[in-house]
């Protein structure tokens, strides 16, 4: 690992390293062109970050040199970096240790009871837990020479055994204090990695991330809203039940996660005991529902939701329109308690505002049909998923693809927060599938980066009868994909 450079003793500052000096020669892939500036992007702001190295000096060299490189950096950007809090900061990062060995990287680390950030928050008199709290750890292995799988399980096994739901990992060069690259793991399952000015752009993602605010608990229950009656009748929760089941045959839902597949029984008991947290199933589904004017939505993974298999009651129903912009309505069946609706939900009913309605009306059969003189308005997009998998190409003729707009939106976001919502609604008004009358794709497509991709299909001429059908047969066809991995852009 010669391709990394040293870096000196004490603490950062501009004047020991220019910023633009910690490189290493060699990248993986060409990186892609995104904003230059992080600070010029509309949905930035300064953050407080906290650095707790409890780590004995000279363990982790490279941890050491990289975190002196990072504060520097991000003070450079106008962020606060400070050694003490009561937890009230936006970002800490707190420094673990992963011995080396023999054996594959997921099965080194080590596990504690209680976990690494509820030791910390006790010895540094935290009163609250930091909304992003990321795990700094030093490694011999290059991540992003492992398979993606791999990558993912080490990944998950650190979140679990630290207690954080980031972890970045660095990997030490073949002298004291070098760093040949970083990869920045997120629950999601995205870890890119970087090789060049790493902590200048490691800064930039844990900010992206910091400036994010979560909205999966911004919801009210609406009891008794849906007659029974017609919640029954409904055909929208069987067709999403159908469409997963189809998804799970296609290889794009995947079993559920257990914590317990990552932590000792032990740790995994106080998970759900003190957090509620058993684990969580990737992906989600959607449509809207004309007979009922909203739009349903599979539950939440962390309820024991496998959406290979959903029952009626494992899905949800809710307004599309946000109340101020953010807070969700669950519209409950009455006599009935729902479950708490996936975390991209927020995002879909973004979506959703930001089509236009078109008309629809039933054919013979009573099933509901593009009809510009229909008796009711509903937003375009009549049905899509979310699936974590990679796409390695696509038929431009039969489906619209959306490529990410790294200007605005450099390093993508986890699901659940307001900028994903926003990356959502501005996504959507660059579709020429959605807004220009003389395009006749009934389908719509766009990665989210790091962790998969979303698709829909609108309401237009020639659509399949059944929500699902037509956008799920395009899977193997017009659109190639991997399971198994997902790209990981820089």
Known sequence: MGNAVALGPGRASLASFPLTSWTVSVSMSPPVESCADLSTCQWWRPCTVQVIDDVPAGQQTAVE??????????????????????????????????????????????????????????RHQLRRTPRHVVAVVEVPERLSCLPH???????????????????????????????T??????????????????ADRMRDRLVTAACATEVGEHYDIVRDALPTDAWQASPTPEAIASAGRRMGELGLLTAPVRVADFVSPQ?????????????????????????????????????????????REQIVAV????????????????????????VETWEICALMEAVPKVRVSRDDAGRWRFDPNGERLVPMIRAGIHAHVGVTGSDDSVIETIEPDRQQFPYGFGCGTDLTMEVARTTITRSAAVHDPD??????????????????????????QESFTGLLDLYGTAVKYTPDDVPQPV
């Open 181 to 198: 690259e970083a990869t920045l793991c997120t629950m999601e399952g995205g870890h890119p990695t970087e090789h060049r000015n790493v």
């Open 267 to 311: 740790l995994a008991d106080m998970y759900e005991l003190y957090m509620g947290v058993r684990g969580y199933s990737e992906g989600m589904l959607f449509a809207y529902d004309p007979d009922l004017d909203c739009l349903m939505v599979t539950g939440s993974g962390s309820w024991d939701v496998d959406k290979r298999a959903l029952t």
């Open 439 to 464: 395009d006749h794709r009934r389908f719509v497509r766009w990665p989210l980066l790091y962790h998969g991709e979303m698709a829909v299909e609108l309401w237009k001429p020639g659509l399949r």
């Open 65 to 122: 040199a990289f975190v002196e490189h990072l504060t520097a950096s991000l003070e450079f950007q106008g962020h606060s970096v400070v050694d003490r809090s009561h937890g009230d900061v936006d970002l800490l990062l707190m420094c673990g240790h992963i011995p080396d060995g023999p054996q594959p990287l997921h099965k080194r680390i080590p596990e504690r009871y209680p976990p690494l950030s509820a030791t910390l928050r006790q």
């Open 149 to 179: 799988p791999e990558v993912v399980a080490a990944a998950r096994t650190a979140m679990g055994r630290f207690g954080a739901a980031k972890v970045l990992f660095v990997t030490r060069g073949s002298a004291p204090r070098q760093v």
């Open 319 to 342: 307004d599309p329109h946000l109340v101020n912009g953010q807070r969700l309505r669950v519209l409950a069946p009455h006599d009935t308690l729902p479950l708490q609706p996936s």
